[in-house]
């Protein structure tokens, strides 16, 4: 098929910065900056509406019709572009890239674009940031405004990494650029140029507490009332679920979110679902998606099984609550696909005798988790046992 659709990068030396081939390929674009910047005729241009959604349908829509699109830096870097190619076949389209916003800021600070996390904050919450904060890490941070590095070195000094490096890059290839260097903990500014991304180079206080990605974060890493899966089960509980980017879980009686929480940090570009009818345990999951990073995790409120019904299917479920509950067992076995992954842990007889029978049924293994912690016996030492875990793991046929 012959390409009807170009999306060109534009950095802010605008249409000057523009290669021959994209000054030919323009007929339509995407910024009224742009627009007005270029030789279209007004019956011939289209400003990107309000909601996003709006103008990809009404790109869609003009099919087989020569359209251009004046995006801002690389379209694929979370870009116009990208969101594109999930609803027009590439071979419709050509995309002609400037350098992005991350390349460019690599660039004046000498930084090795692979070695460095780059985030965008545009549209998103603050506190996804929270999952990318690791000693000595580098972050380029995309952000909304000139309020958001303000509000971003707050959450730096929140999180414990107020000594960290800051330099906030303004304006980047335009001719009134600039570049302010500081410390997190430090900063006097109220508010930056619009456009701007931030460099951070992490650095923590000597006492802040490491979270890693890898699951099997600490127990007090959670605001929880007890009942949650403890460090060493949950770590070999998702390692069983085996978290993979794209993929859905569905932490069904998810108690503080725990599970859920470290299957997000886990693995890009997952999403994840709590299914949960107390008030105070869905305030806790709350609060612990968002100092944890990952405020993108869903959260249903309701009881089992009503709760489930309709949700999108899963790719692995982590059955926590209810386990006694054949009703809820089923909707969640109806609900996995061929290959999913159901995990499913017990510590009362109850729970135990229910998961043998599945796994009698339905295959899978069954595994005993006992876990012991030294505590003081007078002046000596002992190994003081927890209450042993069954542990269900099975992938349905």
């Known amino acids: 098929m012959t390409p009807w659709l170009t999306v060109i990068g534009v950095g802010l030396d605008g249409l000057e910065g523009l290669s021959q081939r994209a000054r030919a390929a323009i007929a339509a674009a995407g910024s009224s900056r742009l627009l007005e910047a270029s030789s279209v005729a007004p019956e011939r ?4 509406p309000s909601p996003f959604s709006e103008g990809l349908a009404h790109i869609v829509a003009q099919r087989g019709r020569p359209v251009a699109i004046l995006a801002t830096g690389d379209p694929m870097h ?41 985030i965008s904050l545009h549209g998103r919450p603050l506190e996804t940031l929270f999952a990318t904060l690791q000693p ?26 107020g000594p960290s490096q800051v330099t906030v890059l303004e304006n980047l290839g335009g001719k009134d650029e600039a570049s302010h260097q500081l410390l997190a903990e430090e900063h006097s500014f109220d508010s930056f140029a619009a456009l701007n991304v931030m460099a ?22 959670f605001l929880h009332d007890g009942q949650m899966p403890k460090r060493e089960v949950r770590a070999m509980t998702l390692a069983a679920l085996a978290p993979a980017p794209g993929e859905r879980l569905w932490d069904v009686g998810a108690g503080c979110g725990s599970v859920a929480i470290e299957w997000l940090r886990a693995a890009p570009r997952s999403s994840a679902v709590a299914f949960e009818r107390d008030d ?9 998606a968002l100092r944890l990073g990952v405020p993108h995790l869903s959260v249903v409120e309701g009881t089992l099984p009503e709760s489930l019904t309709g949700q ?66 007078g002046r000596f030492r002992g190994m003081q046992p927890s209450m042993a875990v069954m542990q269900w793991r099975a992938v349905k046929p």
């Open 78 to 118: 979370y870009g116009v572009g990208a969101s594109l190619a999930e609803r027009i076949s590439i071979e419709e389209m050509v995309i002609i890239p400037a350098p992005s916003a991350f390349s460019l800021a690599a660039s004046r600070l000498g930084w090795a674009l692979q070695d460095v996390h780059c």
């Open 312 to 377: 999108a299917p899963p790719d692995a479920i982590f059955y926590g609550g209810a386990l006694a509950n054949q009703d809820v067992f089923e909707h969640c076995w109806s609900a996995l696909p061929s290959g999913g992954r159901i995990v499913a842990n017990a510590v009362t007889l109850e729970g135990e005798t229910a998961l043998a029978e599945r796994q009698r049924t339905h295959g899978g293994e069954l595994v005993r988790i006992e876990i012991s912690r030294a505590i003081a016996v």
């Open 200 to 221: 951070v180079q992490c650095i923590a206080e000597e006492d802040v507490q490491h979270l890693p990605l890898i699951p099997g974060l600490p127990d007090g890493a």
């Open 280 to 288: 105070e345990r869905i305030g806790m999951i709350q609060h612990n």
């Open 45 to 48: 241009r289209y400003v990107w």
């Open 136 to 161: 000595d890490a580098r972050l380029l941070v995309l952000t909304s405004d000139g309020e958001a590095p303000s509000q971003i070195m707050s959450l730096l000094l929140q999180a414990g990494y």
